[in-house]
């Protein structure tokens, strides 16, 4: 795991702080791939911009 990843999920639980009714949702985990995959999305296109 990197530390962009975990500045994702840090983005994800900080939102829960500052909105508690997040954090009990029943889809939290689909939360977590949905975001892990707009990440991945961002960085392929990072990389492919550096190109």
Excluded: C, G
Excluded at 28 to 37: A, G, H, L, N, R
Aim: avoid cysteine; hydrophobic fraction near 35%.
């Amino acid at each position: 795991m990197s530390i962009e990843s975990l500045s994702v999920i840090s983005d994800i639980t900080d939102n829960w702080i500052s909105n508690p009714k997040e954090l009990f949702r029943h889809y939290t985990v689909y939360y977590f791939i949905k975001k892990f995959e707009e990440y991945s999305k961002t960085l392929e296109r990072r990389e492919q911009v550096a190109k």
